[in-house]
């Protein structure tokens, strides 16, 4: 059986090493493609000894590298971050280190052309959507590799290469301090959640009974301290809106300590659960924000605006990293970072891939997989068909995806997460969350339609994907034909929220204001065809005002832009908003339900608030690919139902506004088909499209 090949670079960028690919060269099969990376860095061993990894997670990233579909950029870079030992592929970090290999990758492949003598390449960063300034040394217009800068935890020095972070802050949750405070305190300790660059979580090294200068193998080797860290993580993941962070790399742990002077800080960064040899870039980053900035658990004494110089110190040396500083105190904010790093091509040649890390063969038309892709698996397609019923008896005998058809961070996300740590104890198998947010679910829903239906690959289907966005226009999947229900997880009702910035108080202000000046404000849904879009347009039909919306691609980056102020009124489900309305980060003004809410007691319904017939009650549930062997199916919603019966996962739902009902396959089945009639119905009345 042949390998297959691919074209391949790999490089030293910064302190991380990993293979360099165009986005062409892979699979444009996002499950074929992790896999082949899988199969590259030879993830399946903790050794890696059959890939290019070196047994570490500094050594098993990959850079996925394209000319830019963003405006105002140039390349477009994608991080993977590939399991040490499992089969896992994570592409929802950024790796500033080896973002210093992307531009000279680039150049040698002809993506971009070289200026004369130094050459400054903006990029942006797929994982967190945030542009980076690249500057590389190019005279003659060719890349130049060869220089006297060293950084700590490489060995001789190269040219240096410069990183700029232009809008890094709050890239993942929306704010800098996703909490709302800069302290949270936490079981007695103190902690400062931060997302600059990459969300952290900051403890001091006092608190925690060291010094802060301990080497990564003697924290490694203190397992109630990393027991109590992973903890510490969970909760900080909770208070950031990032919901269980329990199968996540993010946030990040670090122990800080006082540095050397009033310039620099100690810092110990966990990736999450082992010490980091030497430091993140994009840690380092947040560290040193979170030193300039007053009010932290990391704030070093000297404060002022204006740009400074601020050195992280690790175990192998120190990151030197430029911060500018604006305004003081609570106003304080930070306005751009740069930092130093290094690069170089180790080699340039054919990666080939081995066939045993593909479960499952190619389907479409690219001409690549045909040609490539299609023969190496044919024979373990053949294998499949024959063994077919044995492999339904012995399932699960491997990792379960679960696909999500909205970006992390949202109460979709949050609430599947949940479920999944739990779900993958009771089959005992890992489970995986795969995040495909766009065009409403449809994308994520679509793909999930045409795998394979051996239960391996699972959906977190809701109210938009089965039964509101079939019905507003013609999509590439049937919600019914092409999908076996497994089972309910629960209901959440929508909730009305405001920016809380907004002269607005409740109900009888939005609609004045609506009315004097409906130009002025925006509503935000996560799509088309969700239920804070169904929910916005019912609420103007009955209320009689006018209001533009923004779809976006899931809850999460539209109530981050809600927070924000970018838009000013959203119609999430209660499980996405609670907690931005419990940290006073959104202002509830009505519940679009039949009754108040335990959680929000004096928030009042719409209906109280006179306005009549706006009743949106969003619900979530389980579904296989169609022609999933019942077997399977019943054994799913066996362990679906016990994981909903758990008293600690039934608080978790609850404390985020949602309830947890149960079902069978034949009653989940029963209730598509019952919201499919019932927003049929809606869209006709309201006059409801997808424009």
């Known amino acids: 059986m042949q390998a297959l090949t691919l074209p391949c670079v790999l490089m030293r960028a910064g302190t991380s090493r990993g293979p360099f690919f165009l986005r062409e060269w892979l699979p444009e099969d996002e499950d074929l493609r992790d896999q082949a990376l899988i199969g590259a860095i030879g993830a399946s061993d903790l050794l890696q000894v059959d890939g290019v990894g070196g047994g570490s997670s500094l050594t098993s990233k990959v850079a996925i590298v394209s000319r830019s579909r963003e405006p105002g950029c140039a390349l477009d870079y994608l991080f993977a971050q590939v399991g040490v030992g499992q089969r896992s592929v994570d592409t929802r970090p950024n790796c500033g280190n080896m973002l210093a290999g992307v531009v000279p990758f680039a150049l040698e492949q002809g993506l971009i052309e070289a200026d004369e003598g130094e050459t400054t390449v903006r990029v942006f960063n797929v994982n967190t959507r945030s542009r980076i300034d690249v500057t590389v040394q190019t005279p003659q217009r060719r890349i130049r590799y060869e220089g006297l800068t060293s950084i700590d935890g490489v060995?001789?020095?190269?040219?240096?290469?410069?990183?700029?972070?232009?809008?890094?802050?709050?890239?993942?949750?929306?704010?800098?301090?996703?909490?709302?405070?800069?302290?949270?305190?936490?079981?007695?300790?103190?902690?400062?959640?931060?997302?600059?660059?990459?969300?952290?979580?900051?403890?001091?090294?006092?608190?925690?009974?060291?010094?802060?200068?301990?080497?990564?193998?003697?924290?490694?080797?203190?397992?109630?301290?990393?027991?109590?860290?992973?903890?510490?993580?969970?909760?900080?993941?909770?208070?950031?809106?990032?919901?269980?962070?329990?199968?996540?790399?993010?946030?990040?742990?670090?122990?800080?300590?006082?540095?050397?002077?009033?310039?620099?800080?100690?810092?110990?960064?966990f990736t999450p659960r082992r010490c980091h040899a030497s430091h993140a870039v994009t840690g380092a980053i947040g560290v040193a924000a979170a030193f300039a900035l007053p009010?932290?658990?990391?704030?070093?004494?000297?404060?002022?605006?204006?740009?400074?110089?601020?050195?992280?110190?690790?175990?192998?040396?120190?990151?030197?990293?430029?911060?500018?500083?604006?305004?003081?105190?609570?106003?304080?904010?930070?306005?751009?970072?740069?930092?130093?790093?290094?690069?170089?091509?180790?080699?340039?040649?054919?990666?080939?891939?081995?066939?045993?890390?593909?479960?499952?063969?190619?389907?479409?038309?690219?001409?690549?997989?045909?040609?490539?892709?299609?023969?190496?698996?044919?024979?373990?397609?053949?294998?499949?068909?024959?063994?077919?019923?044995?492999?339904?008896?012995?399932?699960?005998?491997?990792?379960?995806?679960?696909?999500?058809p909205t970006a992390a961070g949202g109460g979709n996300d949050a609430m599947a997460r949940s479920i999944a740590q739990k779900l993958g104890t009771l089959l005992g198998q890992t489970i995986i969350i795969d995040n495909r947010a766009g065009a409403t679910g449809s994308i994520a829903s679509a793909y999930v339609a045409r795998a394979t239906p051996d239960g391996y690959t699972l959906f977190f289907g809701y109210i938009a994907t089965h039964g509101m966005n079939p019905v507003l226009q013609k999509l590439r999947y049937d919600p019914v034909a092409d999908f076996e229900p497994i089972g309910l997880v629960g209901y959440s009702p929508t909730l009305l929220v405001a920016n809380p910035k907004l002269p607005i108080k409740d109900v009888k202000d939005m609609l004045a204001q609506l009315k004097a000046k409906p130009e002025a404000y925006f509503y935000a849904s996560a799509g088309n065809g969700t239920a804070p879009h169904f929910a916005a347009e019912l609420f103007k039909l009955n209320a009689g005002v006018s209001m533009a919306g923004v779809p976006y691609k899931g809850s999460a980056p539209a109530v981050t832009d809600t927070v924000a102020g970018q838009t000013q009124f959203m119609f999430p489900s209660v499980f996405t908003a609670y907690p931005h309305v419990k940290s006073g980060k959104l202002r509830a003004l009505a519940v679009a339900g039949p009754k108040r809410l335990?959680?929000?007691?004096?928030?009042?319904?719409?209906?109280?608030?006179?306005?009549?017939?706006?009743?949106?009650?969003?619900?979530?549930?389980?579904?296989?690919?169609?022609?999933?062997?019942?077997?399977?199916?019943?054994?799913?919603?066996?362990?679906?139902?016990?994981?909903?019966?758990?008293?600690?996962?039934?608080?978790?739902?609850?404390?985020?506004?949602?309830?947890?009902?149960?079902?069978?396959?034949?009653q989940f089945g029963a209730l598509v088909k019952s919201e499919l009639a019932k927003w049929k119905r809606v869209v006709v009345q309201a006059k409801l499209s997808a424009d």
């Open 598 to 666: 335990a959680a929000l007691p004096e928030v009042p319904t719409l209906k109280e608030a006179g306005i009549d017939g706006v009743e949106v009650q969003q619900w979530y549930g389980f579904f296989a690919p169609a022609k999933t062997p019942r077997p399977i199916v019943e054994q799913l919603n066996k362990a679906l139902n016990q994981v909903l019966a758990d008293k600690d996962t039934i608080k978790r739902i609850e404390d985020h506004g949602a309830d947890v009902e149960t079902s069978t396959p034949e």
């Open 155 to 269: 060995a001789g020095t190269a040219a240096p290469i410069k990183l700029e972070f232009l809008d890094a802050w709050g890239a993942v949750t929306g704010a800098v301090f996703p909490s709302g405070r800069r302290i949270d305190r936490i079981g007695g300790i103190e902690m400062s959640c931060i997302d600059a660059a990459m969300p952290l979580m900051l403890v001091r090294a006092a608190d925690l009974g060291l010094s802060g200068r301990e080497s990564p193998a003697e924290l490694d080797a203190d397992l109630p301290l990393l027991e109590r860290l992973e903890a510490l993580r969970r909760a900080a993941g909770e208070l950031m809106g990032l919901g269980d962070v329990s199968a996540s790399v993010i946030p990040k742990p670090v122990i800080v300590s006082p540095g050397d002077d009033e310039h620099s800080i100690r810092s110990r960064y």
């Open 295 to 404: 009010g932290t658990v990391a704030s070093g004494a000297l404060q002022r605006s204006g740009s400074r110089g601020i050195a992280v110190l690790h175990p192998q040396g120190r990151i030197e990293v430029e911060v500018e500083l604006a305004g003081s105190g609570e106003q304080a904010q930070i306005r751009r970072a740069a930092l130093l790093r290094t690069a170089r091509k180790i080699l340039q040649g054919q990666l080939h891939i081995p066939d045993y890390v593909f479960s499952r063969p190619t389907q479409g038309d690219d001409p690549m997989f045909k040609q490539a892709i299609a023969p190496v698996l044919a024979a373990t397609l053949a294998s499949a068909l024959v063994t077919a019923a044995p492999a339904a008896q012995a399932y699960p005998d491997k990792t379960i995806t679960i696909v999500v």
